[in-house]
């Protein structure tokens, strides 16, 4: 072989050449010194130094690293060539998907091999210089000589060339781009002719993300972003800027329309156009998540590690299939009345309407499937024949689709209708080109999936995962020499828990350190879940601030052995500062999980920032609920007061497991007690206990007794959650036991009673794997009903990947409009607190990059939040800061409006419900409210020509979580009452937080419910002003008004009743406080509904010391009235209802419990902690059969109606408003 290498070089005009040795690698020989290296010898070193310093980057799997160290820079920029790297904003084209790198090692012969398993690369030399390396595939064919060329003359010559633009091809996605080799400006898609020199300039403004992102490949979100430069307001603009898709707006499926709005509006400075930027070429991921901005560094060891997960694990499998994303279906179990058949109305489309007619009705029976109803109204048609498969149902104003075998009622639509009594309104579409279309979009979809999810990383490929293989081969030590093992087993180390407190910095910078305080020290104690592990809790000695708080002291649990600790429990570290009078004040904590995220002991020296403890005047923080902070330390802040701990350190990684692997039952723990076995006195305490409600919390004695008695409640699921809280999870023996029963006992009757095994009080692996598993029998419209408690219950998990989150991206990727959509909007308005953004940021990521489709749907709804969210904050400066007339604000406000739809996508859907697409505003038809926030009552321009137009309420500065959880609570109650056969008639409308000002307020849509009118506004119209609130008639003559006929008024009455009715009970239980007349609203067709829920749980307003509300729900004479007074049948129907409805949510107490429960992690200011909701719990008198809970409620109602003060109340708020 070295005889043929050198013949070959002896016509070469270097003694370098290239080589493949016995194994087929590649490898550079000298034929003079006789040496072989893996690096290609012609690169000029200041050239690969020039790059580097120019941050070079690579398309695919490379970065700078690996460019500098392949040395392959391909000049030869004509004919034939497929592979181009050079530095400048875009640096790499390749037309094969290239390999993550291996290591290389020398053989014995000197020359390198790569160690890859399984991979392999071609390589050729152009022009003198290798254009792969060790990385990359390019060209088969090799030239045979090679003659290097420095920088200046590779400059120069690249100058020399007649044209400088480059088609080039891109690597994954095959899209055509045109690279300029001597300026580095880049065009996507478009020929560099068709776009004027002034738009070319703009390139130079993209960054290298946006340039990164353009492969499919998103970067790498979580670095410092630098910083785009944006043109300012009066820089020329293209030609041809309307017809290019915004950069940051519209879908890649929508066009601008009109002119660039250049004008920023308010305070918030819009983001500009860019002629060049098409948006699959924007970071979609990183302007969404908007990570540069979010207090957080994330460039650290846990988030690398999840990613590096997510990217072993891809979830783009469960991606839907095109024509389910192009025209979304959605399903439903919300109950209803037993249908025999349903009668619809269809529009048919233009070429196969029968002369004038356009609309039909068609009839169906409850067993026909959606096709089936598709050939029923092809019947209809007449002019042509239309094809069946080319044919689907629309729901008319709404992107609902109704089509394939299911059954017409499983349609959420059609149940709603059902449920609202009102006509089923359908448009049949004819697509004749329905298969290209879906073919189009499978085939941007396959790019999607075959594109890089995440970049290449050098910290990927150093994550350690671990799997249950390693954990038994570690325990396998007879089969396996320990010298030889990876990690140990933690069960092998029967040692105490032992740290060192080395030091505290920064303690001087917390808001509740004072000059009072003389000594600090810290507390440590162990926590599984909502409990403080049994003599644990040490102190370290008390140090003087002034000396420096060094303390250097050994800490050692001896009560629990390493080997039986539980994989969940996590060290609470709190430092305490002591003031002159002895009074102990929290300055800062952190928690430190002993299984740290990579499933492996905590060792070794931690740095630990602290979370600082701000300064409350309430002083509720002083016993902060220490369960539910984070496990994560504060990287938010640079200068935090920062905990230096050292523990112990081990030859290896010691590996635990997230839960033990099961083992025998142990005998001694005692088999079935029979309850007959059991004394009087036990049985009777025995009852109490398993009867208590889910805020209960057990004493040592009843957990014993409730444990001893398991095996008598297998069959009773509601017991379960109890009995898991009575485990002693130290004892391997009893772990084993739980493991066993957990799966063993009875299923909830509905999957929704899974959730209370998700709170914070369960810190156990399998105990959180399990209530997920129950969850997965959850619809897609059961589960949407609760995500806003899911994503709080995301808090309590130990590490970022959990079953809880891979369940809820799971389901939200198969189902991107009922669940991704919620599940993505609930993360992102909580992504600015610091210590949920690193995980939210994270899930969301992973959810994004495996539906890009959908990743664009969601930008084009967060650019247009952004640009309402400016206009919103002008009008509401203006008015309560320059106190701008009102005729003058409002023409402003239109003519702002009107300047946004030139921004806004073609269409486009309201974060409020992804059913609802809008085409543009209507600003003649948009105003802004009176109160405090200003919000902007806005009217959106259906995309559908036959539906009605949208309206919605948008806020800023205002906290919308109690609305949104209140709201939820209201829909859950009404599907409770349905599935029981009471239809109560409620209208709960929808509601969405969409993130923070730069305020730290709330930012979020309201839906605006149509044809109604506020109960104030209905006084004043037909009782004259402020006396119309003691005027009993003026309800029933509202309704009159508006319904003439005998029958429409009976029904409106009927809505009456049952509406007044849910909500009376509704808002008993949850004690909505702030109840007047002015949200209160009722609607023509009869439904009274409440709205702004800005106090529950109790929370009742007082004026000067008085209560304003005396009685826990409105109920007044005139309510009374249009039911035909207190001695009518309506009336007495209505109290029999109130009864049935309250006793039906007492049988369902533990799930609104529960519920409630579950949301305290949001930090809502009147649901802090467990005891805001114990008035739930007093409300629905527990302890009371139904029969006595009936008869207290009768007295409620009875007390309320005679309750004068209530409309003296609403009196004034009339006086108040006008």
Request: charged share 25%; net charge negative; proline share 6%.
């Amino acid at each position: 072989m070295g005889d043929q290498i050198a013949d070959d070089a002896a016509t070469a005009a270097s003694p370098w050449i290239e080589a493949v040795n016995e194994d087929g690698h590649v490898y550079w020989y000298n034929v003079e010194t006789q040496m072989s290296t893996w690096d290609n010898p012609f690169v000029d070193e200041t050239v690969a130094d020039e790059l580097e310093s120019d941050s070079l980057s690579v398309f695919g799997q490379f970065d700078a690293h690996d460019v500098s160290r392949a040395r392959g820079l391909s000049d030869s920029i004509s004919g034939e060539t497929e592979f181009l790297v050079d530095s400048g904003t875009f640096s790499a084209f390749v037309t094969q998907p290239v390999r993550r790198r291996g290591s290389v090692k020398a053989p014995s012969d000197g020359v390198p091999v790569d160690d890859s398993a399984g991979c392999t690369s071609v390589h050729s030399v152009q022009n003198g210089v290798h254009s792969g390396g060790a990385d990359v595939g390019s060209m088969s064919s090799h030239s045979e000589s090679a003659i290097p060329e420095n920088a200046n003359e590779r400059r120069t010559r690249m100058s020399l060339t007649t044209d400088p633009w480059v088609e080039c091809r891109e690597v994954v996605s095959g899209r055509t781009l045109f690279y300029h080799r001597v300026t580095k400006e880049v065009v996507f898609d478009v020929s560099p002719s068709a776009i004027d020199s002034a738009a070319i300039k703009t390139a130079n403004a993209i960054d290298d993300a946006a340039i990164e992102s353009g492969s499919g490949a998103f970067p790498s979100y979580f670095r410092p972003a630098v910083p785009s430069s944006v043109p300012p307001s009066d820089a020329p603009v293209s030609s041809n800027a309307a017809s290019v898709p915004h950069k940051y707006g519209p879908s890649s499926m929508m066009t601008m329309k009109g002119d660039v709005f250049n004008e920023p509006v308010g305070s918030y400075t819009p983001l500009i156009p860019d002629a060049l930027s098409q948006l699959h070429s924007i970071p979609i991921v990183g302007e969404l998540l908007e990570t540069q901005s979010l207090p957080w560094n994330f460039s650290n060891p846990m988030a690398q590690h999840y990613r590096a997960v997510a990217l072993a694990h891809p979830l783009n499998e469960h991606v839907p299939p095109p024509q389910a994303m192009m025209y979304p279906r959605y399903f439903s179990t919300i109950p209803i009345p037993a249908q025999r058949h349903i009668v619809c109305t269809v529009k048919l489309p233009e070429s196969g309407v029968k002369s004038s007619m356009s609309y039909t009705k068609i009839h169906c029976s409850a067993t026909d499937s959606a096709n089936d109803m598709v050939w029923k109204a092809l019947k209809k048609c007449d002019g042509r024949n239309f094809e069946p498969e080319k044919c689907i149902l629309k729901a008319i104003g709404t992107e609902e689709y109704i089509y394939g075998t299911a059954s017409v009622l499983d349609f959420e639509y059609i149940r709603v209708c059902i449920n609202s009594h009102v006509e089923i309104r359908l448009c049949l579409l004819y697509i004749d080109d329905i298969q290209a279309r879906v073919e189009s979009v499978n085939d941007e979809m396959r790019v999607d999936e075959e594109s890089d999810r995440y970049p290449a990383d050098d910290a990927f490929d150093q994550v350690a995962i671990y799997n249950d293989g390693d954990y038994q081969e570690a325990c396998n030590t007879d089969a396996v020499p320990v010298e030889r093992l990876r990690v140990l087993p933690i069960k092998a180390l029967t040692i105490p828990l032992r740290f060192q407190v080395c030091d505290l910095e920064n303690i001087q910078l917390c808001p509740r350190f004072e000059p009072l305080i003389y000594a600090v020290c810290v507390e440590i104690k162990l926590m599984l879940g909502s409990v403080t592990l049994p003599n644990t809790t040490v102190r370290t000695r008390f140090r003087r601030p002034r000396e420096g708080l060094l303390f250097l002291q050994d800490i050692t649990l001896p009560n629990i052995d390493l080997s039986t600790l539980p994989s969940g429990t996590v060290i609470v570290f709190a430092a305490y500062g002591v003031r002159l009078e002895q009074k102990e004040v929290l300055l800062s904590y952190v928690k430190q999980p002993v299984v740290e995220f990579n499933g492996c002991l905590v060792a070794g020296r931690k740095c630990l920032p602290m979370w600082i403890v701000p300064n409350d005047d309430k002083g509720a923080l002083d016993d902060i609920n220490f369960a539910r902070a984070t496990c994560r330390p504060n990287l938010s802040v640079v200068d935090a007061p920062t905990l230096n701990v050292r523990f112990d350190s081990y030859l290896c990684p010691v590996l635990c497991p997230v839960a033990q692997p099961p083992i025998p039952l142990d005998t001694q723990l005692g088999g079935p007690v029979s309850l007959n076995t059991m004394n009087a006195k036990i049985r009777n305490r025995l009852e109490g206990i398993v009867s208590r409600d889910a805020l209960y919390e057990f004493d040592s004695e009843e957990k014993e007794i409730l444990w001893m008695a398991r095996y008598n409640y297998m069959n009773d699921a509601s017991v379960l959650p109890k009995l898991m809280r009575c485990v002693d999870w130290l004892s391997p023996q009893q772990a084993a036991e739980a493991y066993h029963l957990l799966y063993a006992w009875a299923k909830p009757e509905h999957p929704l009673h899974a959730l209370a095994l998700l709170d914070v009080h369960y810190a156990d692996y399998r105990v959180r794997e399990y209530a997920v598993s129950i969850l997965e029998e959850l619809s897609d419209s059961d589960l949407q009903q609760v995500l806003l408690q899911l994503v709080q219950v995301l808090k309590f998990e130990l590490n970022h990947d959990s079953p809880l989150a891979r369940f809820l991206l799971r389901r939200g990727i198969k189902n991107p409009y009922q669940i991704g959509h919620f599940l993505f909007w609930h993360l992102k308005a909580e992504i600015h607190n610091p210590d949920v953004c690193e995980r939210f940021a994270l899930l969301l990521e992973n959810y994004l990059v495996n539906i890009k489709r959908h990743a664009r749907e969601l930008l084009s709804q967060d650019y247009v939040i952004k640009q309402l969210q400016a206009v919103a904050e002008q009008v509401q400066f203006q008015k309560t800061k320059e106190l701008m007339a009102d005729v003058e604000c409002k023409e402003l406000l239109r003519e702002n409006l009107g300047k946004l739809n030139r921004l806004f996508p073609e269409r486009w859907q309201i974060p409020l419900n992804p059913k609802w697409q809008v085409r543009a505003l209507k600003p003649q038809f948009c105003k802004y409210m009176s109160s405090k926030k200003v919000p902007l009552w806005l009217c959106f321009a259906n995309s559908d020509p036959d539906g009605g137009d949208i309206r919605v309420i948008f806020k800023t500065g205002d906290d919308l979580r109690q609305d949104l959880l209140t709201l939820q609570l209201f829909r859950i109650m009404d599907r409770t009452w349905l599935r029981q056969g009471k239809d109560m008639a409620l209208k709960p409308y929808t509601c969405v937080a969409t993130g923070v000002t730069r305020e730290n307020e709330g930012v979020g849509m309201i839906e605006v419910v149509g044809d109604s009118a506020t109960i104030s506004d209905i006084q004043i119209e037909e009782g004259g002003g402020a006396l119309g609130a003691f005027k009993n008639k003026t309800l029933v003559k509202w309704l009159q008004k508006h319904n003439r006929g005998t029958p429409e008024f009976n029904a409106a009455v009927d809505n009456f009743m049952r509406s007044c009715a849910g909500y009376c009970v509704a808002t008993f239980c949850l004690g909505i406080g702030d109840r007047h007349n002015d949200n209160i609203m009722l609607t023509k067709d009869g439904h009274l509904f409440h709205i702004d829920f800005g106090h529950f749980l109790g929370n009742f307003k007082s004026k000067y010391g008085f209560k304003r509300e005396r009685f826990p729900f409105v109920f007044t004479p005139e309510m009374a009235q249009v039911m035909g007074g207190l001695k009518s049948h309506e009336y007495k129907e209505f109290v029999a209802l109130c009864c049935s409805a309250f006793n039906i949510l007492r049988k369902e107490a533990s799930l609104f419990l529960n519920l409630f429960s579950l949301m305290i992690p949001a930090g809502m200011p009147e649901l802090s902690c467990t005891e805001d909701i114990h008035y739930l719990r007093d409300q629905l008198l527990l302890t009371l059969s139904d029969d006595a809970a009936s008869k207290a409620f009768k007295k409620e109602i009875k007390k309320t109606i005679s309750d004068f003060y209530r409309r003296v109340d609403n009196s004034i708020h009339i006086l108040v408003k006008h």
